[in-house]
């Protein structure tokens, strides 16, 4: 069993970490060869969505990568990855794959000086730890999306058939529970 | 500054890791890197290669500017202020930026004392050309290192030398019994816990980028290739023929540094690369700035 990390930019690194503490092999996905691989599983990491979104459609890896989210690939989609997957950016023009039907707010906290660490519940896993780091939030979710955890009133992790959305980093706090919880899921 | 705000500092730099930090000095040049896919932007009044020509005290950024760029981009905004001046760093906190560069390239305001940078909640960069002057700037509470280079040059040897040279400290101190440990933090001026830290891990315990001297896609992969992080390119963009198009390509160059194939293709026709100067023709070496 293989899981494909997106290695274009950001920290996609800890979650190869992540996922090799927990006895699974990583595949980077860095071109559009790599897309050919053979994995089950997909991480978008968190770093910067218009980075990653615009390397996506210029190294010619959006297409194929959307079809095969839309396919079943399950997914998790970290902060930048968050972004890259929802239908809609209320503070943005851009779209990108928009396989997660939910409203994001990008950079939803402001800057740095916003960015915090707290501990709150995810469904499913109990309380866990979790890093914002200039997050975005979901505004709104369509039909079928379970809201998975909240923070302050906003939502913060969401679950679309295979696909788990956060605005948190589970990858930076030493805490499997949210690595453990996708690899149910492939 | 709490522990949580340096764990979240670190953190960002993090995030920026695998790409590319241009430096702007207008909203417009700002908008050029961002659509060109940089990774965050460093704000400043002249590029590096300008205030090399320039001469003269060079300070920090008009704040207006600052505000100006931030309000042009969705990706971070960093911006430089000078050596020990924590004055200029106060003030660049109050309008919210969201990294400082504690920056050679400016004119130093103290010749002894770097910023008690763990007075502070944003976070700090600063530049360094070996493992000591890393490790001093993250005691002093730098959440990210790059290397010095010698900026505004557009020549990578010093980016390279420094790059090395950090690298070989690092393998040595990986090497070393833990009863050396001791005496080699007294020889880099370090606490004890950082060489403890680069023992075990045989890295720095925050994230490294390279800077100074970054021209074509070339020297941004060699750097990757050599250890970086993500890479800072300053005068290399915005001195060259065709900004916009140099610009896409460093960033692809950083996300695809090893292949080879692609780069050469991003190398065809980019124009004219910003005209080079020798780090032996300067007069003025920035990286002997602080240390």
């Not at chain 2, 290192?145 to 400290?169: C, F, L, S, Y």
Request: glycine share 8%; hydrophobic share 45%.
């Amino acid at each position: 069993m293989k899981v494909a990390v997106l290695a274009l930019q950001g920290a996609f690194i800890e979650h190869e970490n992540m996922l090799q503490k927990l006895g699974v092999d990583c595949v980077e996905l860095r071109q559009r060869a790599d897309l050919d691989k053979d994995y089950c599983g997909l991480v978008l990491p968190g770093g910067e969505s218009t980075v990653q979104g615009k390397l996506l459609h210029e190294l010619g890896m959006f297409d194929v990568l959307q079809t095969q989210i839309n396919s079943g690939l399950p997914v998790l989609a970290t902060c930048a990855g968050l972004i890259l997957l929802a239908e809609r950016i209320s503070n943005d023009q851009a779209v990108y794959l928009a396989t997660l039907p939910v409203t994001v707010r990008r950079n939803a906290y402001g800057r740095q000086l916003g960015s915090f660490h707290t501990e709150a519940p995810c469904q499913g896993l109990g309380t866990i730890p979790m890093e914002f780091i200039r997050a975005p939030y979901v505004e709104a979710v369509g039909p079928g999306v379970d809201v998975l955890a909240t923070v302050d009133t906003r939502i913060v992790a969401v679950r679309y058939k295979k696909q788990l959305g956060l605005s948190f980093h589970p990858e930076l706090t030493g805490n499997p529970a949210v690595h453990k919880m996708f690899l149910q899921m492939l | 500054m709490e522990q949580k705000r340096y764990e979240l500092n670190k953190e960002l730099a993090q995030m920026l890791k695998g790409g590319v930090i241009m430096d702007v000095t207008t909203p417009e040049q700002a908008r050029i890197a961002e659509a060109a896919g940089a990774c965050a932007v460093m704000a400043l009044e002249r590029i590096p290669a300008d205030i090399r020509a320039a001469g003269g005290v060079s300070r920090m950024s008009d704040p207006a500017m600052i505000k100006g760029i931030q309000a042009a981009v969705s990706i971070p905004v960093m911006a430089k202020c000078r050596i020990g001046h924590f004055v200029e760093a106060q003030i660049l906190e109050a309008i919210d930026i969201d990294y400082i560069d504690e920056s050679e390239v400016l004119s130093p305001a103290d010749d002894v004392y770097h910023i008690d940078k763990t007075r502070f909640r944003v976070p700090f960069v600063c530049g360094a050309r070996d493992l000591g002057e890393a490790l001093r700037r993250i005691d002093e509470g730098a959440s990210m290192i790059r290397t010095k280079g010698e900026p505004g040059t557009g020549d990578i040897v010093q980016a390279v030398h420094h790059m090395r040279m950090m690298n070989r400290a690092i393998a040595n101190i990986r090497a070393m019994r833990t009863d050396e440990l001791f005496d080699e933090a007294k020889r880099l001026q370090v606490s004890y816990t950082l060489v403890q830290y680069v023992h075990e891990h045989g890295r720095l315990p925050v994230v490294n980028f390279a800077a100074g001297g970054v021209a074509t896609p070339a020297d941004a992969a060699l750097m990757m290739q050599l250890g970086a992080e993500g890479v800072f390119v300053g005068s290399g963009i915005f001195k060259s023929g065709n900004p916009e198009k140099r610009a896409n390509a460093i960033v692809k160059a950083v996300s695809n540094f090893n292949d080879a194939q692609m780069i050469a293709s991003l190398f065809e026709n980019l124009g004219e690369a910003m005209v080079g100067i020798n780090a032996q023709e300067i007069e003025l070496l920035m990286a002997e700035r602080g240390k």
